[in-house]
């Protein structure tokens, strides 16, 4: 079953395969990607200097997915280039919002 992000939990939405797919920024998450990418913050350091790589995008959008099972890491990593950077800047903001405000 399918739902709609929810903006307020700091979800957002990414297409892969042609099926919106919903990004949620849950502790367990953002912790893999953490282990991932390094500390968070200085994720959000990066990306507000405009320095956040296309791998750290990708790998953070990975880590939220909430269909991890269903897809692999390369489908996610082709699903971020087919969106392109500004089709990435809303989930991408999204996603780094929650990891600054937290999500309600």
């Known amino acids: 079953m399918t739902h709609s992000a929810n903006s307020y939990r700091g979800e957002a939405t990414l ?14 998450a953002l912790v893999s ?7 968070l913050f200085a994720l959000v350091e ?13 790998g953070l959008f990975w880590h939220c997915l909430e269909a991890q099972d ?4 390369d489908q996610i990593e082709a699903a971020t280039i087919e969106a392109g950077l500004a089709g990435c800047a809303k ?3 999204a996603l780094l919002g929650a990891i600054l405000q937290g999500a309600g």
Do not use: C, H
């Open 91 to 93: 989930p991408l903001r």
């Open 15 to 28: 297409t892969v395969d042609g099926t919106p797919q919903i990004l949620r920024p849950s502790f367990a």
């Open 70 to 73: 269903q897809f692999t890491r």
């Open 46 to 58: 990066r990306a507000g200097d405009g320095q956040l790589k296309l791998a750290e995008m990708a």
């Open 33 to 39: 990607a953490e282990d991932e990418l390094g500390p």
